[in-house]
């Protein structure tokens, strides 16, 4: 790994480092309970609806894959490359190595989709890896909250292509142009508004309501205090590094286009291929699925009946939807276990922090 630019000054990234290792042990809570029994439901869901799929048929349908059940891991594979790339692209002073990003998203990702956080639990945890490696606390959550924003602004068109996809084909005739162009504009705005909120010191804001609701959190306090340099860094990257910008949200859309080649793949190795165009309307409708099922942990069923309805709408039969999603299921626990597994190699050292 080579970094360049001599680091500037981390001795209070390491001081909130060192208060704030987001690898020490909390003690439960009523969130925890509240959390337990949303998964529970999740998996009671899960069961009712691989009961009513038939789980003989189910069975049939993932058996097919047989010797070729690693190429599942592939396309996912490829999408955290790409991503980890539209990352590197919103670094300034730093050029992590993009096997350290590729890592550092692994960990991050685990925690994202085993937690109840709206995809954002693990956000924190990407910073903390970095800053292991050397790079300030500062620049890697600068870095993090570019990175989430590209990565929203691409789901957002990809959302927005498949949409428009699914109404060609289901012949929606006057109605399309329509909606596609109000789903734009509603893109447009989103996005506008993600990027005009960061310019305008979003994090400082987020940092006092934070320590208003914690007063007594030494660590509320601590990133109180470094907030303004972060909304200074984002402010400056969105002015003075336009494409920079640019080339972060089009990996990221390269890799919500990987998503639908891994639909096309599992949909090909089951003995039911759908086309390009189905695949990527089941990867872009999945999307609000799953953000139906944010507090769910893992979106545990909710991802599943997201699938079935799926593909319902496009004809296919709704048991293939589940299968799919349980496929996809096996390789996000597949990747989980990896990103836990590296969260425990990389955790700082008790000396270093």
Known sequence: ????????????????????????????????????????????????????AGPRQLAQHLYVLGWWAPVIFLPYALSSALDAAGWRATFVHFRPALWLLYLARLAGEALNSITPTAYLGGEPVKAFVLQRFGIPLTEGATSVILAKTALTIA??????????????????????????????????????ILVVLQRRGLVAFV???????????RLAARLAKRAPEIDRRLRSF?????????????FHFAGWITGAAEVFAIMMLIGHPVGVGDAIVIEAL?????????????????????????????????ELGLAMMLLKRVREVGFNLLGIGLLTRLRPHPAAS
């Open 207 to 217: 940092a006092r309501a934070t320590r208003c609701l914690f007063p007594r959190a």
């Open 1 to 52: 790994m080579s970094l360049s630019v001599p680091a500037p000054d981390v001795s209070n990234d390491h001081a909130l480092a060192a208060e704030s290792d987001p690898w020490s042990p909390t003690p439960p809570t009523a969130g925890s309970s509240a959390q337990l029994a949303l998964a529970g439901l999740g998996l009671v869901l899960l069961g009712v609806l691989i009961y009513q």
């Open 155 to 192: 789901q957002i068109a990809f959302v927005v292509f498949g949409v428009a996809l699914f109404l060609i084909r289901r012949d929606a005739g006057v109605a399309t142009v329509p909606t596609v162009v109000g789903l734009v504009l509603a893109g447009i705005g989103v996005a506008a």
């Open 286 to 318: 999945a999307q609000p699925a799953r953000l139906a099922g944010i507090f769910v942990p893992g979106t545990l069923g909710v991802q599943e009946a997201g699938g079935m309805v799926i593909f319902g709408l496009l004809g296919l039969p709704p």
């Open 238 to 250: 969105y002015g003075a590094r336009p494409r920079a910008a640019a080339a972060s949200v089009a």
